[in-house]
DNA sequence: CTCAAAATGAGTTGCGTACCTCAAAACGCC
DNA sequence: GGCGTTTTGAGGTACGCAACTCATTTTGAG
């Protein structure tokens, strides 16, 4: 009736017997330090392995002593999602100074490699970790290898740079977020025929040009009736997307759909709400987005827009710390757990 | 340029000197022992709170000395979403290990009453923290509340006990699951009118019922096009849901949509499928349901099925290890880091 | 076989807290 | 003022591990 799912806690001194050996020489080979033959190492290794042998994570922390050192890196401009991953952080300070968890952030601008790279290499040597919301470029990819070697651990938040040696990548898949837009702006077309705008920052940013990507896949393959407009860049400006938008709207009377791939909500909205348009009598346009925070919150209530693409920012920052600490005491990282997911929100579910 | 989200590391001596009284009393004071003035407990917290202190986790673990006991009591029958819960807390296991807590299954009849209160009561004493799939009957809020009294920690899973005095509450939403589900059915059959069908295991149930009403809500404000027929009671079971739903959809050649509020969803996707309907030619009925199982992703693949709403179970599980074992400590809770969402997903998002 | 180098054993200290004991001091009551 | 009671101080031990020292044993090269 009762399964339990745990094993009997052993020690080191236990595994110690049980290898045949001294606890000195257990401690050596579990901290990789030199002066123990291969054959030893192995019994010890085994004997572990034979007990599934877990130390015990708070005496681990107590008696390492020093607090362990993070770094955010973030980009410096006034990013609502990035607030709001400091947000979060700044929510767990208590939890944080619990597990003597000094977690410091770095503003800088990531969108310039020499300077993003600048700030990383700044970082070497004095943190345990370090979270990057990285641009992928090669002088950026050699400073985070920089930092691997001098034994930092990194993880990549929000942004990837799949060919660094980053520990870790804290964030969603960008290619599914596109194709997800996608389905949901055929599906909530309903049926209709006509164009469909994209408005993003710039082609230029994986994650926008990833999130492009899959949204032409599903809507080449699944929506026949639909024909994509050529992408709006607005280069996440509010002014300049409403703009663009608003000549492409006046141009085209079909366009039934619009995803915005990035941020200037705003200025999309302000175009869709152009009375001029509903004037016209024209059928309301189906509007997704993402993430979601006070404005597309409301935009959501009001109708005006019909779905947010997310990923949870309360869980990334989460995420980030979680994996640094796992990597830093050398513990696995519960990877479902901390896989971000891509949510889909409509007005009822809006968290 | 870097800002520190943490504080310093007091110790509890920073304290006592703080406060002027002794190691001791600042103990006392910590764990609500008597034979401390009133004046110096004031004095004490104080102190605490005057720097923010924080006890030391590892080290108040490591103290204490004593294992942790949790219990799961969950279901016994065959249900793929419970079986998913014990899945995850297996993969947990170095995890729970690692801060010396054990974990047992407890396999019951959560539909009877007296059978789980009985299961309930036969805990009290033994185990640090309960988590319950609880029904929400007088009987077992009696049983919950004893448990409580006793010291024990309770959180209830995925259905809760809002009248009990249980400590929190591990699961979504339901109305808000129903009406998401609403919104999904009807903004998915784009526009054509018709009828909606919805099969659920018994209106008896607690989550059922609240996801009905949402549904309901839902539908008589937004869609007034569609008409929702009576509910079927398959009582979760395939063979009953399929032969029910195959009579309704012989009765209604205008069926465009299917809410299925529960398990079962072998045998309601069976009917659909039926070789009749499809021969006569008829539109494609709209299939939102719930949670994602082998079953359910692959007729979300399929196209069989158009969207499932979701609990995460994966998080569920470790969210309830986590409130337990944050109340035990006497720790805060991360509530934005406990809550579970109501996630949408469709093919492309796909976990 | 010899001897230096490598491997190992034995032991210590300290991390910050929980939990306990015993003695001393302060207090309130008559 | 004396008494018993309550409150407080002082101190110790233990938790499991990291990190270190130093002595001892084993090993392999010459």
Known sequence: ?????????????????????SLATVDRVLHNRPGVRPDTVRRVREAIERN??????????????????FAF?????????????????????????ARRLNVEMVATDVFDASVLAASLEALSGDYDGVAVVALDHPTVRAAINDLVDAGTRVVT???????????????????????????????????RSGKVAVVAGSQGLRDHAERIFGFNQVMASEFPDLSVLPVLEGRDEDERSEQLLARLLGRHADIVGLYNVGAGTQGVAQALNNKALSEAGRDKVVFVGHDVTALTRRLLLQGVMDAAISQNPGHEARAAVRVLLALARGEPILREQEKIRIDIVMRDNLP
Chains 1, 2 share one sequence.
């Open 157 to 191: 938040l929000v942004s990837d740079v799949p060919s660094s040696r980053r520990h870790h990548y804290v964030g969603i898949d960008n290619i599914a977020a596109g194709r997800t837009a996608g389905a949901l702006v055929g599906r909530l077309v309903g049926g």
């Open 73 to 97: 890196v973030m980009p410096s401009g006034p990013n609502p999602f990035m607030q709001q991953i400091e947000a979060y952080l700044g929510e767990m300070s208590g939890w944080l100074s």
């Open 1 to 21: 009736m009762a399964d339990t799912l745990t094993t009997a806690a052993l020690t080191l001194k236990d595994i110690a017997r049980e290898a045949g050996v």
């Open 52 to 69: 599934s042998f877990q130390p015990h994570v708070a005496a681990a922390e107590l008696a390492r002593g020093r607090a362990r050192r």
